[in-house]
């Protein structure tokens, strides 16, 4: 039986301080914590290094892996390149200081011509830095980018896979209109880790518990076993955003059991 390792994200604990994350995190069998990069949780880029320290220590004496830092830099956005830079820069030396292997960032166009353009740019301003530091920026399926063949174009035209790479958020390019054959094909050697969440449809993205919804997870999962994919997955609850839905607690023995398969 092929089983994969749980992490838990932190958007499911808007408020919730990193030592209750781990707590739950534990109970629940999970084996690492997508930190998201916000004061609400505890953990973000104005940490001091002592605060980095006890992070550092708490996830430690948990047995939890910081799998990634859940960073919100967008790096399509049409600010001005010294502001966007300064943001990942920073995210990137708080991944290195909690031992994260990954950055998530964002794509954050506005769908113009100048997306690709901003995006690549900046991502090899940084590369010598990520690889400093032992970081691989994954650019998830999202917002402008959506779709697995999105974010491919984009890894292929930075050219440095060996700090790039990618973030299947389950939903986004299903709701876009692309098989999730498809996704996995363009992503297949670009994967970070695999964000699994449902919702309601493809119209309405309010999180359900798994299998409830639209998502197709039996799919995806289905298709990343016939991949021999052997990474990580994250679930990604999105409490912050729909603070009406169950606490994550309820979630997460149906996301353990996705990963295993029964």
């Known amino acids: 039986m092929t089983t994969w390792p749980l992490a838990m994200s932190t958007l499911g604990l808007p408020g ?3 030592a209750e994350a781990c707590r739950i995190a534990v109970a629940a069998g999970c084996a690492g914590l997508e930190l998201r990069a916000h004061p609400d949780t505890g953990v973000h880029v104005a940490m001091d290094a002592r605060e980095r320290a006890q992070a550092v220590n708490l996830l430690a004496e948990a047995g939890l892996a910081p799998l990634a830092v859940a960073g919100y830099t ?5 600010k001005p390149d010294d502001e966007v830079l300064e943001r990942l820069r920073a995210e990137i030396v708080l991944a290195g200081d909690l031992g994260a292997p990954y950055l998530r960032v964002f794509p954050g166009g506005d769908r113009d011509e100048g997306d690709d353009k901003r995006a690549v ?16 920026l994954l650019i998830e399926t999202h917002d402008s980018h959506p779709t697995g063949r999105d974010i491919r174009r984009l890894l292929a035209a930075v050219g440095a896979p060996e700090v790039t790479g990618a973030v299947w958020d389950a939903l986004h390019p299903w709701r876009h209109g692309e098989k999730p054959a ?12 695999v964000q ?5 449809s493809a119209e309405d993205t309010t999180p359900v518990p798994l299998g409830a919804g639209g998502v197709p997870l039996p ?26 839905v169950a606490p994550v607690e ?7 059991a996705w990963t295993r398969g029964t």
Do not use: C, F, N
């Open 219 to 244: 799919e995806i999962r289905r298709l990343l076993l016939d991949q021999g994919y052997d990474g990580w997955v994250s679930l990604e609850w999105e409490r912050t955003w729909y603070p009406r």
């Open 182 to 193: 498809d996704t996995l094909a363009a992503l297949a050697d670009h994967l970070g880790y």
């Open 16 to 18: 919730t301080g990193l």
């Open 74 to 78: 967008r790096i399509a956005d049409a």
């Open 121 to 136: 740019r900046r991502l090899r301003a940084v590369a010598a830095q990520a690889m400093a530091a032992g970081v691989r």
């Open 196 to 200: 699994i969440k449902d919702a309601v």
């Open 250 to 256: 309820t979630v997460l023995p149906a996301a353990l």
